[in-house]
């Protein structure tokens, strides 16, 4: 379809011209008209250079997923020496360096450690796979943003959210548009 053939009309036109002398207005001039308006007024009351900043470079989140990626890193290294420490202990029972008591005794303490580390590794991962997921909803929430502020078509769903009535006023060549927003 055709914008520039496309027109509006006052509705109130059907009522005779009493109520409306039936001014119309071709669909691109209205949207040229409200994105001139959108503009405008995002250049008065949006600092997108603010948003940009605070939207795209403050994310706390990395921080934390750094440290928990540098304890991951030490937990998975405390596991080894376990597992170590439980084979070498092994190899001291069959030598006869140590009772078996003390092979029990000991290798329970590091049984126990292991799975303490293991219990406290699989949480960081969860952790990080939360904060991964907050990330995405954070860069999905900029992106909206940007979109919203960068957008050079207006929709027919934008008009009838943020606009509660336009007035269309003078002649074919010299139209006077009025703009009345929902907030």
Not at 18 to 44: H, N, P, Q
Not at 151 to 169: K, L, Q
Request: glycine share 2%; charged share 30%; net charge negative.
């Amino acid at each position: 379809y055709n914008k520039h053939k496309r027109y509006f009309r006052c509705n109130s036109a059907k009522y005779g011209k009493c109520c409306c002398e039936g001014t119309t207005v071709f669909e691109s001039t209205l949207d040229g008209a409200i994105l001139k308006e959108i503009t405008r007024l995002k250049e008065y009351y949006i600092d997108e250079n603010y948003i940009q900043d605070n939207i795209d470079t403050k994310d706390p989140l990395e921080e934390k997923k750094e440290y928990l990626f540098k304890q991951i890193s030490i937990i998975k290294s405390k596991i080894q020496e376990c597992k170590n420490a439980i084979k070498n202990l092994y190899i001291d029972k069959l030598r006869g360096i140590i009772t078996d008591e003390q092979f029990v005794s000991l290798s329970e303490q590091f049984e126990t450690e292991q799975q303490e580390n293991e219990k406290q590794l699989e949480q960081h991962q969860n952790t990080i796979s939360i904060i991964d997921s907050q990330q995405q909803s954070m860069q999905d929430k900029s992106e909206i943003i940007h979109k919203l502020l960068s957008f050079s078509e207006i929709t027919r769903e934008m008009v009838n959210e943020m606009i509660d009535r336009i007035d269309v006023d003078g002649t074919k060549h010299n139209r006077i548009i009025n703009i009345y927003w929902n907030f």
